[in-house]
């Protein structure tokens, strides 16, 4: 008998992002084979698909599937700060134990009260001066993260080179304007990737382009370590079956667009193209990003001997909580249900992996395999050559427009032929006969 929940409110609970949750966050402790729905919509089905929050099945894997997907999964789970909100707010905190240097509460509210202020008409007011006055000690000038925001300075660009304050009393002679427009060049001096206390978290699987890294590739713990990621494919595989079973039209739009991927960036017999692993992490309030939107990412746990408690995944704008064990299935709506997880204590020697398999939807925009290991190549080519025009010291071969010059289309035909290169770029063929005439 399957236990159905349609909860009759979705709860506000954006405060509760960052934070950690616990026992008062949920109302609902589920145990037992259960499915959860949002609230209806007039004239929706009450238990439509496109309203689940959850699915959970109490021993679905087999013993054998989970050792052999903890063997050949639990080393992804490497030492990270690159997990933004879900590893916590860094409330209070002035630097990591990598040595980077936090936007501070004040350096934020600073630079987006001087861009807010660039049309305001209130004559009397020094934005620079009053914002000073909301920190007056120098250690509230230094404590980030209250705002929920977890970003640093990009450090080659600003540690030694960069004095906030004194740029501060640069700008301060300087029209609304001007100071808005040098605050926009300071921003740049902030790196997108947003940081959080350090976990033991890693993926495994395959990976999309990144702008440093501007190539789908094979993560680096799938890459070095196949034979044993491998080992995880018949417990993977029947996850995928338990998706498609439960699921099934959110199961089928995965699986629409795993066929437009090459096969050789998906787990076989699978939707799945990236598993995220946590070791033993403790996660915060927040919602997934980067999962495929009409379909669905999941979370499941394995251990070397069960011997933890807690880590509820809780649901708190449902307030309903999972005690998902191994062996259990959990199928969940995380890039639109908020979650977080209860505290974990495991005994000495024990560990308890959690795993959140998915479609990476960006891996659309991916080309065939052999033309993703092309860009790779190409990129390698440049760092390596030191007779390049654009290289220096520590360059990692990636410069702007790269992909639309002379020497990437000669670069890929020479090593995938004319049709490669018009299918990918037609524009190639385009420009070279502009050159002709």
């Not at 659309?364 to 080519?381: A, I, K, P």
């Amino acid at each position: 008998m399957v236990k159905v929940i349609v909860a009759e409110q979705k709860h506000n609970c954006e405060h509760l992002l960052g934070k950690f949750v616990d026992e008062s966050h949920y109302d609902h402790l589920i145990e037992e084979d259960t499915d959860v729905y949002m609230p209806p919509q007039m004239g929706e089905d009450p238990i439509s698909e496109k309203r689940i929050v959850l699915k959970f099945r109490k021993n679905y894997f087999s013993k054998e599937q989970q050792d052999a997907a903890y063997t050949g999964l639990r080393e992804a789970a490497i030492r990270t700060e690159n997990r933004g909100l879900a590893s916590g707010i860094k409330d209070g905190i002035v630097a990591t134990s990598e040595g980077r240097e936090w936007v501070t509460n004040y350096q934020q509210e600073m630079m987006e009260q001087l861009l807010k202020n660039r049309n305001s008409s209130l004559d009397n007011e020094d934005v620079i001066e009053t914002i000073r006055a909301k920190y007056p000690r120098e250690v509230d000038k230094k404590m980030a993260g209250g705002s929920g925001k977890n970003n640093v300075w990009v450090i080659s660009r600003f540690r030694g080179k960069f004095d906030f304050e004194a740029w501060l009393d640069s700008i301060k002679p300087m029209s609304r304007q001007e100071r808005a427009t040098a605050t926009e060049e300071v921003l740049k001096m902030v790196s997108t990737t947003t940081y959080g206390t350090a976990v033991n978290s890693g993926i495994a699987g395959w990976f999309d382009r990144y702008p440093r890294i501007p190539y789908g590739r094979a993560t680096s713990y799938t890459r070095d370590n196949f034979e044993k990621f491998q080992m995880a494919y018949p417990f993977l595989q029947n996850l995928a079956k338990g998706f498609k079973d439960l699921l099934p039209w959110r199961y089928g739009n995965q699986m629409e667009a795993a066929e437009k991927l090459d096969p050789r960036f998906l787990v076989p017999g699978t939707p799945f193209t990236t598993i995220t692993v946590n070791k033993t992490f403790r996660t915060a309030a927040h919602y997934d990003a980067g999962d495929l939107n009409e379909g669905l990412s999941n979370l499941l746990t394995l251990s070397n001997d069960g011997r933890y408690t807690g880590g509820y995944l809780i649901a708190p704008e449902y307030r309903v909580a999972v005690n998902v064990r191994p062996g259990d299935l959990l199928l969940i709506n995380n890039h639109e249900v908020m979650h977080g997880n209860t505290e974990i204590k495991c005994e000495e020697g024990s560990e308890r992996v959690s795993l959140v398999c998915y479609f990476r939807e960006k891996m659309l925009e991916l080309g065939s395999f052999e033309y993703e290991d092309t860009r790779y190549n190409f990129v390698e080519s440049r760092r390596l050559n030191k007779e390049h025009p654009l290289w220096k010291p520590l360059w990692n071969g990636v410069s702007e427009s790269m992909w639309d010059s002379q020497e990437w289309y000669d670069y890929l035909e020479s090593k995938l032929g004319q049709e490669e290169l018009h299918k990918y770029h037609p524009e190639a063929n385009a420009s070279s006969l502009e050159g002709f005439f």
